[in-house]
């Protein structure tokens, strides 16, 4: 990732090192919602900002230590790393003609532009393969719904039960 500063056409993946998937937190700036995909295929969906359970689709997954796998803090959508292994994929929605930042512990960073082409915008997805995550840049079309983006990519929202306790 040192040498690659944009995912674009040209560059539209990169593969981070070990290392890189497993210490610290993956920041993703510059995002409006994020989609995941955890252990068992359980799907969920969070706008940015303060948590509140109107803005969710879905399910949490709660890792050790009570954070989500994927999540915010503030206008940071957040991937805490030494639990990388929960995470199936991932999928971020940039704001409206913003381009959208991607962080590692190490320093290193990419950017994906606010524009694909005339008529196209880019989302960020995030896959992990074995112990390694690999970040895309996938072309979209203006006008899409998020929920319509996220069932192209094959996200169906786990259903939420009601408490049933005893």
Same mark, same amino acid.
């Given at each position: 990732?040192?040498?690659?500063?944009?995912?674009?056409?040209?560059?539209p993946v990169v593969r981070l090192t070990p290392m890189e998937s497993a210490v610290?937190?993956?920041?993703?700036?510059?995002?409006?919602?994020?989609?995941?995909?955890?252990?068992?295929?359980?799907?969920?969906?969070?706008?940015?900002?303060?948590?509140?359970?109107?803005?969710?689709?879905?399910? *949490?997954?709660?890792?050790?230590?009570?954070?989500?796998?994927?999540?915010?803090?503030?206008? *940071?959508?957040?991937?805490?790393?030494?639990?990388?292994?929960?995470?199936?994929?991932?999928?971020?929605?940039?704001?409206?003609?913003?381009?959208?930042?991607?962080?590692?512990?190490?320093?290193?960073?990419?950017?994906?532009?606010?524009?694909?082409?005339?008529?196209?915008?880019?989302?960020?997805?995030?896959?992990?393969? @074995?112990?390694?995550?690999?970040?895309?840049?996938?072309?979209?079309?203006? @006008?899409?719904?998020?929920?319509?983006?996220?069932?192209?990519?094959?996200?169906?929202?786990?259903?939420?039960?009601?408490?049933?306790?005893?």
């Amino acid at each position: 990732m040192g040498d690659l500063r944009s995912l674009d056409r040209q560059h539209p993946v990169v593969r981070l090192t070990p290392m890189e998937s497993a210490v610290g937190s993956l920041v993703v700036a510059g995002t409006v919602r994020a989609v995941w995909e955890g252990p068992g295929y359980s799907t969920g969906s969070i706008s940015s900002g303060e948590f509140e359970p109107e803005n969710l689709d879905g399910v *949490l997954v709660s890792t050790p230590g009570n954070r989500p796998l994927v999540g915010y803090e503030g206008d *940071l959508a957040l991937i805490p790393l030494r639990h990388v292994r929960k995470l199936r994929r991932a999928l971020f929605f940039p704001k409206p003609k913003q381009p959208m930042s991607v962080g590692l512990y190490n320093g290193k960073s990419v950017t994906i532009p606010a524009k694909a082409g005339q008529r196209s915008f880019y989302a960020l997805s995030v896959i992990r393969i @074995g112990d390694v995550l690999e970040l895309r840049a996938e072309e979209l079309p203006y @006008g899409m719904e998020f929920q319509a983006i996220w069932e192209a990519f094959g996200f169906h929202m786990t259903t939420r039960l009601p408490y049933q306790g005893r």
